[in-house]
């Protein structure tokens, strides 16, 4: 089992930053990647950013520029840090890590709720 702890989420106005942070524990041999999801309300599950183990990123457009994603690997956690943060951002966020034992497996996280309003 692993066992995936979110921390970070909350309200900001715009223009502000957050930092969300996931710490994986548990049962892992390996892990392949490591990212972030978000969820608004009414749409798809959606990529915000991840980070393989090579150190190779991957960004929504939507956010590039304005989102960094970053883990520790002594740690087992990931951290994304989020500035210049919009109404647009506001969602459910989820962390994701992939994980290798005989095959790839993704584990999800209980999710964070980020919301961006004056």
């Known amino acids: 089992q692993v066992q995936l702890v979110e921390s970070g989420g909350g309200l900001v106005q715009p223009g502000g930053s957050l930092r969300l942070s996931c710490a994986a524990s548990?049962?892992?041999?390996?892990?392949?990647?490591m990212g972030w999801y978000r969820q608004a309300p009414g749409k798809q599950r959606e990529l915000v950013a991840d980070i393989r183990s090579s150190g190779s990123t991957r960004y929504a457009d939507s956010v590039k520029g304005r989102f960094t994603i970053s883990r520790d690997n002594a740690k087992n956690t990931v951290y994304l840090q989020m500035n210049s943060l919009k109404p647009e951002d506001t969602a459910v966020y989820y962390c994701n890590v992939v994980t290798l034992g005989g095959g790839y497996y993704g584990h999800w996280g209980q999710g964070t709720q980020v919301t961006v309003s004056s």
């Open positions: 548990g049962s892992i041999f390996s892990i392949y990647a």
